[in-house]
């Protein structure tokens, strides 16, 4: 059996500062990850398209400060290929692929309450590994939805989901249809729908989509982020969504109609869904007024750039401006409401003509036609936040897995990643953590968790105790701004973990009565 201080599970954004900083400790670590490399889900998601919906200069690690500014992004917002390149350089740069094995997948941990140890086995020959620390860092958005669909198995083209896209997979002349319009689909959409000879879109939920706004960015640019990084980086700290635009601070009532227009017009062509959605009014999630205002002005859009009425009919949406907000890349024709003024793009829609089965030729729908395709694309995104988590058998104290703490109250956890019941077990990510752009959401944990094991490090001589949240932090926790995630922002956040570490841990034993204050890295 081999063993290990800590071990990470997954080599993205997460895994990899986990390491360089347990590292620092003179911890002996080990990233595990399934996949041949490190890049998370950057790794795995090649589907054409595949942008962050996050401005590249702050899509990325702020705490090497000489990478950030000697780095270069050529585009306002990073492409698959470039962050995955990106990440490869920092893990060279910093030597940390030596303490990494890919192909290696977390089947099982259990904790032993005895040697204080995690036991996992994992897929690769070795056997089994122990560890003092176990730390995830699976992401929110890796876990693949398959709708249940009727028939699939008989389909003649090729199937693929976006999360497992083939390499070199070429869609030109090919006859396609997505599944699917969130965040991906239109990504998707975008990127081939002038590349394919049709493309039908199957959508069942229309969505708000803002155009990126992406383009080539100047020497002048770089240079004027590269002399502010500081000041962008505060912002992002002191901020709700970490995304390093000025939010507003400016009410929808204290605007005249004539403002209220300028504003939705000057936010649409910066770009970004985001800065759409916190850019504009301070209370546009929240005031139901200044919410229908914003989505009037993008279904006004979407009626002047789609042509065909019947097409902008079905690609109006007509709830509230409240999921995740998109950022559509740019292709060659337009973004994304521009792709249904092709010919060969149709849509439709699911809720008037349900998709009945698959079949051999394409799919069928409820009014008898059959789309005849070459490939079928499913967009239908992840089992979200807990996913991952659910579907390998964690199981702490008394053998009690992670899915069956979680049956009851739901996904819950102190701090969004630490649970009561299994010690030295850290979720990054987890649920009930913050809802912002994830690499300083990732950062701004890393940093504490690393704080909280040098802590536990420093507190015996002999053998440090286990690391565990109590119920009733959980319990506290989960009654504040928390659904799936905490809803305080960036800066909330943050509030609340150096609030805790100058506190002594309280809310973690063997820290709950406070009695540590250790400390080893700034949040």
Known sequence: MEHYDAVIVGAGFAGIYQLYLLRAQGLKCLVIDQAGDVGGTW???????????????????????????????????????????YLEHVVERHDLRKDMRFNTQLVGANWDDDSQTWKLDVSSGKGKIECRYLVTGLGLLSKQNYPEIDGLDSFQGQLHHTAKWPKDLD??????????????????????AGKVSHLTCFQRHPQYSVP????????????????NYDTIWDGVWNSITAFGFKESERAFSDASPEEREKVF???????????????TFNDLTFNPEAN????????????????????????KPTDVYARRP????????GAYYEQFNRENVDIVDLKETPIERVEAKGVRTSDGKLHELDVLVFATGFDAVEGNYT???????????LAEAWDEPGPTSYLGFTMPGFPNFFAITGPKGPFTNIPPAVETQVRFINNLIGAAESSSEDKPKAIEATPEAEKDWSKRRCLRFFFGGMQ????????????????FKPFADGNSSARAVKL
């Open 292 to 315: 229908e205002a914003a989505c009037d002005f993008i279904r006004k859009k979407i009626g002047q750039i789609v042509k065909d009425p019947e097409k902008a009919k079905k690609l």
């Open 43 to 85: 790794y795995w998601n090649l589907y054409p398209g595949a942008m962050s919906d996050t401005e590249s200069y702050v899509y990325r690690y702020s705490w090497d400060k000489e990478l950030l500014k000697t780095y270069e992004w050529k585009e306002h917002y990073v492409k698959q290929p470039q962050v995955l390149a």
């Open 492 to 507: 909330g956040y943050r509030q609340q973990l150096e609030e805790c570490e100058k506190n002594g841990y309280p809310g």
């Open 265 to 279: 017009q000057e936010n649409w062509d910066k770009g970004n869904g985001f800065r759409f959605m916190f850019g």
């Open 171 to 192: 869609l030109t002349a090919l006859r396609v249809g997505v599944v699917g319009c969130g965040s991906t689909g239109v990504q998707v959409i975008t990127d081939i």
């Open 391 to 401: 579907r390998i058998n964690i199981h702490g104290r008394d053998g009690v897995s």
């Open 326 to 333: 998109l950022c559509d890349g740019q292709a060659r024709g």
């Open 212 to 227: 990126s706004g992406d383009k080539v960015v100047t020497d002048e640019y770089r240079k004027w982020v590269n002399e």
